[in-house]
């Protein structure tokens, strides 16, 4: 994550501003508002970022974002009735009428979806799998013996998988693997799965079991599906599904008897791989024109 250009710290509370190195939204000049705290009055803190932005020649303030997407971003706007999940942001329910109320207004929306029973199989994948084993294909489980060396090979699907995605910048790769390592004591067998073609990764999932079920002191009975890409390209139809699937079977030999897919963005195709689901919890990024 590049340094913030300024750290804010007021009365008001406190904030971390970028406008760098940021991601290129047309011709505008991006600002970002991140790790916001807010204190007594996070109106009058989000002012003073915005008139901070301005100053520095921003045309647009975006937030919250702490410098990019690989980082926290978005703002918790719809809670629902289902409690918190396993590497969830948790913002205060309060938190989205500030930025309203300072003037900002909805850029883009995510959400995540809760699936039960668990997928374990597809008659329509039998096809799939058929087709793109002979053109080479292999899934495997990733090797937790080798963890770093995944990392790396997943690396470079993420960066090709996410780049049409809305406000993305490109992760170094040691920043990827410092980010995926903090969750490794996290891993539980047959939940992260790796395509490979040509001894090329093409294609990943990364999921969890729902150790807040744990914290809570409830048995743990919920997958939580991270990260799914696959490289663009009409030879890899369905691989997203494919992987879905053996991930969340994965989850059924562990016991686990449903599953979460977490944060996408409500126009993302990838949210079509998961079959019935229903959306449990709603989040919302915010935009403010400063010139």
Known sequence: ????????????????????????????????????????????????????????????????????????????????????????????DDWPEQWLAAGFMVDATYHSALIEPILLDDPRLLAVEQRLTDSGLRLRELDPQCYGEELRRIHGVALRAFADNYLYTPLREEEFVAQYTAAQHLLRPGLCWLAERDGQCVGFVFAIPDFEQ??????????????????????????????????????????????????????????????????????????????
């Open 1 to 92: 994550m590049p340094a913030p250009d300024q750290q804010i710290s007021t009365p008001h509370g406190s904030a971390a501003l970028w406008w760098r190195q940021v991601p290129q939204l047309g011709d505008e000049r991006l600002g970002l508002i991140g790790a916001w705290s807010p204190g007594d009055n996070g109106v009058e803190l989000l002012a003073t970022c915005c008139q901070r932005l301005q100053q520095a020649g921003c045309t647009l303030a975006v937030g919250p974002m702490d410098g990019s997407t690989w980082q926290s971003y978005r703002l918790l706007t719809w809670r629902g009735s289902h409690p918190p999940f396993a590497l969830e942001p948790n913002t205060p």
């Open 214 to 291: 744990q914290r809570r002191g409830q048995p743990v009975d919920t997958l939580v599906v991270k990260t799914l890409a696959v490289l663009p390209g009409r030879s890899l139809a369905g691989l997203g599904k494919l992987l879905t699937v053996r991930c969340h079977a994965g989850g059924a030999r562990l016991g686990l008897t449903r599953a979460i897919h977490a944060l996408m963005h409500d126009g993302n195709a990838s949210r079509n791989t998961g079959g019935q689901s229903t959306i449990i919890r709603r989040y919302t990024l915010y935009r403010k024109r400063l010139l």
